[in-house]
Structures are given as C-alpha cells and as structure tokens.
C-alpha cells in the first residue's frame, strides 16, 4: 500500500461548507468505499462522516457503563440512545488519526531513524530552535509542544493533578487493573497491541515505558515545558503515529473500509476515560463522592495531555460532564475484542505473574467488583489464565475498597483537607509509582539490558513498511 499522507492533507470532504449554517451537522451516507471516499482530515463546517460498523449490536461494557455512570446521567443500553453531537463527532473521527503525527510518522521513514530520532530528541530537550535544518514536519509537531492553547487552563489542570494524585489506594490498583482489561477487551487496542507483538516479544520495556508515562505525568512539575512527564507524552504521541503508520500499510484498504484507523482520533482520546477519569469514578463507586470542581479539574488535567498527544480540540472533554459522557460511549464502542484475543490476554498477564504469580488472580478479583464476573471472565476466555479463581480476592477487594472510601471521605471533610492534598501530590510518589517500583525491580534482577526510550517503532516490522 503506497503512502496516502500527502492525498490526506490536501483532499476535502465532499460538499465541504454545505453544513456550516445548519441547525445540526449533516451525517453523510456510509460510503461502499469508505478508503476512498472517508480517508481524509475533518476541517470546521464539513459534514460528519457516519461511524464503521458497530461492533456490538447493542452498547457493550454494559456493567461497567451502569456501574459507573448511573449516577450521574442516563445509560444507553441501544444505540439510539448516542445521537448527541459529541458522540456523531466522535464517529466521525473513527475515521482520522493524529494529522501532525502521522506526517511525522512519514518524515521519519523518509529521513531514516537515526536521524529523525536525534532530530526528535534535540527538539524535545533544547526546542526545536535548536535543531539544523529540521523537517517541515518536526516543525509543526513542536509547535503543539510549545504553543498550549489559551483554551487550557493549567490552575485547573494542577488541580487535577492533585486530585487524581490523592485517590485511595483501590481506586489506583483498580485503575491499573483496568489497563490491562481494556487493551485485552477493546477491538482497535486489542488488534494493534497483538499485530505489533510488543508485549510478547519486548514485553518488559513495552510495560516500563507505559508505567512510568503514567508516573511521570503525575509529579508536581509536569506542566513544565521540559519536565519528564511532558516529554514522555511527546514519546508516546510519536510512538502511536508510528505505529498507526505501519498497521495502516501492513492491513490496507479493507480494513480501514471496516474499522477506520488503527489508531483513530476517537480512540486516542478515549484515554481520558481510560485514565483520568476511572480512579475518581471509581473512588465515587466504593463510596467516596468528589465535587464537581474536582471532577472538571480531573478533565482540564487530562485534555493537556491529550492536546500533548494530539487530540483536536474539538474532541477534547474539558469539563467532568463531558468526560463521562464521552467515555460512557467511548466504552459502549469497546466490542469485545479481536482474534488478538488469547495473544494479548495471555502476553498481559503473563507480565503480571512474572511480577508475582498472585496477581493475576488480584486483578481478576479487583476487575471483577466493578466489571461484572461475566466481562471478566471473557478476558482469560481460552488462555492459561481461563478458569483462574479469583473470588476470595473479589471479596476481599470489595471490602478493602469499601472501607478506603469510608475512610478518605471522612478525611475530606477535616479542616485542612484541601492543604493535605496539595502537600502529598508532592511527595514524590503520584499513583502507579508502588506499579514501577516492582516491575523496575524485575528489570534490575532478571532483564537489566531493557530499554526505556520509547523507540520500539523506530525500527519496528511495522516502521519498515
């Protein structure tokens, strides 16, 4: 398959303005050649194109979805129930990827690796300034990097920041778990984590990196235009358009005429429900409530982020309605995932029983609270794992989750509360860090050559095409 990146740019939706004046946008009719006719870049005014094929013929993830939303706005349980303009612009762009990315993708096989990489790197710790004679294509890359919109509102995402760093401790385990399920259960994630391999074959250094993104978006300091935690979002935003770039080539036309992009824009921004938004979620499930500042803050902090990976603005949720929203129809979309399916349950929690041979049973038994027995069971369906007795751990989690949330919401209503929370989200150890600690210690004692550069598509099968 030849490259299309530079077709993409240039191309325009048919009837480009014919929807800037109307009441609603218009939805064009699902094309029998959706490559030939959807592969483009959405611009302002343009009608919407309608959504590949549902994977379920009815909203999936439907436990977790109650479990979790119920509370706070109506559960669609058919598809009718998702017709806002939210979820028809997130349809649309099942269909689109990273524009500045995926160029870069393409800059970075023309100019070969080495020397798109240390061109990457200089810009990355010195500013693109630094850099001789850059691609037109790093150029507008980086000013995403260095021009934050005005529409962000970094007090707020600070906030954020200290709100999601002082969720209880089973809110943090149980979002991590939910990782794991979600790259298993989830078709796109599933299909493009087991065609690159890379939790089989780099197993240890594809799972560092993404811990320790996680780690580093969470110090204090982050908003700081070379902190570690920037720059690792800068990486993985790289890594993902990279990735795209080579599935694209290596599944062609029918798939995308199927399920869109690989890694679609959509999907990108699904992270916020991934990430951001579950351990509140979850703290409020268990039985701790946040307030609605916290969760607009939450939104705000993950929405820098996003906007740092690549995500239009116009996707981007930047208050806590918006997130759930979006994520209530982000995981309806999830489907149950692909023919990857025992390939990537097997490599992911086969990483976890390298850690300890426990854990695949806690986090079966942590899922499993909030999940639903039968979506998690599917997880392991036909792997080793199948059959793995988890319900002690269930029990257990439950009550110790139960009783974390007890404890914390008295803690919230102390006097000083709101200090206490600015002075541990700087103590140096953001969520996931006690997750980092234990696979960095594995590393040392079993696999101390394992990288931590986030180039494994520099030199990928994938990259190659």
Excluded: C
Aim: charged share 30%; no cysteine.
């Amino acid at each position: 398959m030849t490259s299309r990146i530079d077709a993409d740019t240039e191309r325009t939706a048919p009837s480009e303005h014919a929807a800037e004046h109307a009441s609603a946008p218009q939805v064009l009719p699902m094309s029998d050649n959706p490559y030939e006719d959807f592969r483009y870049f959405y611009r302002e005014g343009m009608p919407l194109r309608p959504a590949p094929e549902r994977r379920t013929k009815t909203p999936g993830w439907s436990t977790l979805r109650h479990n979790l939303f119920d509370r706070w706005h109506t559960v669609a349980d058919t598809w009718d129930g998702y017709n806002s303009p939210q979820t028809k612009l997130l349809d649309d762009h099942m269909w689109q990827t990273d524009e500045k990315g995926a160029a870069l993708a393409e800059a970075f096989k023309r100019e070969g690796p080495k020397k798109a990489r240390a061109d990457f790197e200089k810009a990355l710790a010195e500013g693109i300034d630094k850099v001789e004679d850059p691609s037109p294509e790093l150029v507008e890359f980086f000013k995403d990097v260095d021009e934050i919109p005005e529409w962000i509102d970094l007090e707020a995402a600070e906030r954020g920041r200290v709100a999601y760093y002082n969720v209880t401790p089973s809110a943090e385990l149980l979002s991590i778990a939910f990782a794991f399920w979600a790259t298993t259960m989830e078709d796109r994630t599933s299909a493009a984590t087991g065609e690159t391999g890379m939790f089989e074959f780099k197993a240890m250094q594809r799972t560092v990196e993404t811990v320790k993104f996680f780690v580093d978006l969470g110090r204090k300091g982050v908003f700081d235009r070379y902190s570690d935690g920037l720059k690792a979002a800068v990486r993985v935003r790289l890594l993902h358009a990279q990735a795209n770039r080579g599935l694209e080539k290596l599944w062609g036309p029918e798939h995308y005429n199927q399920f869109g992009r690989p890694i679609g824009s959509s999907f990108l921004v699904s992270g916020e429900g991934w990430f951001a938004l579950m351990p509140i979620a979850v703290d409020e499930f268990f039985g701790r409530p946040h307030s609605g500042r916290d969760w607009d803050d939450v939104a705000m902090y993950w929405a820098w982020v996003l906007h740092l990976m690549g995500a239009e603005e116009r996707l981007i949720p930047k208050t806590g309605d918006e997130m759930r929203k979006m994520t209530d129809f982000i995981y309806a979309n999830g489907g149950y995932s692909s023919s990857y399916h025992v390939q990537v349950a097997t490599a992911l929690m086969s990483v976890l029983e390298k850690l300890d041979e426990k854990m695949p049973a806690q986090v079966l038994g942590g899922l499993a609270t909030v999940i639903g027995d039968e979506d998690t069971k599917f997880m392991v369906k036909g792997s080793r794992f199948e059959g793995t007795n988890y319900l002690v751990w269930k029990t257990g989690f439950l009550a110790k989750a139960r009783a974390e949330a007890a404890a914390y919401r008295v803690r919230d209503r102390l006097p000083g509360a709101e200090a206490a929370k600015v002075r541990k989200a700087a103590d140096g150890k953001p969520p996931w860090s006690d997750v980092l600690k234990q696979i960095e210690t594995y590393i040392t004692e079993h696999e101390p050559d394992t990288k931590r550069d986030y180039s494994l598509h520099d030199t990928s099968k994938e990259a190659q095409r």
